[in-house]
């Protein structure tokens, strides 16, 4: 298989994401039904969280692994692996948090003032928005595992996690717009499309690096970095969840958020990765 043909299979891996984006113009939704969305959302960002974390410390474990027990490794490498997602953890988590905090300050000029925070001018685009940078960082370190695949010769191996990407990106659809159902704008297709790019877009952009730079600290510090952030956005659905109320379905919609995430991971799985 061609180097374009698996750059195209990777895009299509990343455009799955835009599936799930219309629900985001869902008008009026009933009190439950927004904070099941919401719900829904939280549940898939756990799993991610979850998803990235054990990914992006992985390679920290082996190495230190290689040090104490096999005793073929080096200190240096686990130093500085050991760094690199520890920081990637510090930058992803605090700089949402200061860059959140200054949106929310921006917001408040009044219309005209700053015609290029107008997208961004409630707390549920401003939210949906963060999540697709998150989703976008962890995205990108998957194209990288496609990319990887393909370059080692893997052709079967990269066409299983293209699918299971896919399959993995339809969902997070969901979680990025959960937070614009019943938002006091409705967000155009335009607005949507942007998100869709954000959150998918890496995908394909990984796969084209994946293929021809392989690199451990590379790896470990965008999937750092993408923990950082979802950490930030799950606390911030959090807390618009308990504020909508209605906890059993809040309950059930993250359980269901949850094992979506599962079960896509298992085709993963399913492919040796």
């Known amino acids: 298989m061609s180097t374009a043909q698996i750059a195209l299979l990777g895009a299509i891996a990343g455009l799955t994401i835009f599936l799930g984006l219309p629900v985001g113009r869902i008008r009026n939704p009933a009190p439950r039904l927004r904070a099941f969305l919401n719900a829904l959302s939280i549940g898939v960002l756990v799993f991610l969280l979850w998803d990235v974390l054990s990914h992006a410390f992985a390679p920290v474990e082996d190495a230190l692994v290689a040090v104490t027990s096999d005793h073929d490794g080096s200190w240096a490498t686990f130093v500085g692996l050991a760094f690199v997602a520890i920081a990637g953890l510090t930058v992803g988590l605090m700089s949402l948090t200061y860059y ?148 059993e379905f809040m309950m059930w919609g993250i359980l269901l958020g949850l094992l979506a995430g599962l079960a896509t991971d298992l085709v993963i799985v399913a492919a040796g990765a």
């Open 100 to 247: 959140d905090g200054w949106l929310s300050r921006r917001a408040g000029v009044p219309v005209g003032a700053e015609v290029s925070m107008l997208w961004l001018d409630t707390p549920a685009r401003r939210l949906a928005f963060l999540i697709a940078v998150g989703i976008g960082l962890h995205n990108f370190s998957e194209g990288l595992a496609i990319g990887q695949s393909a370059a080692s010769g893997e052709v079967s191996l990269a066409l299983l996690l293209i699918v299971g990407f896919g399959l993995h990106n339809a969902t997070e659809g969901f979680g990025i717009v959960a937070p614009l159902a019943g938002d006091e704008r409705t967000p155009s297709w335009g607005f949507l499309g942007v998100l869709g790019l954000i959150g998918g877009g890496p995908t394909f952009v990984g796969t084209l690096i994946g293929q021809v730079y392989v690199n451990e600290y590379l790896f470990v510090a965008f999937l750092a970095l993408a923990a950082g952030s979802i950490l930030y956005v799950v606390m911030q659905l959090l807390k618009v969840g308990f504020k909508l109320g209605h906890r």
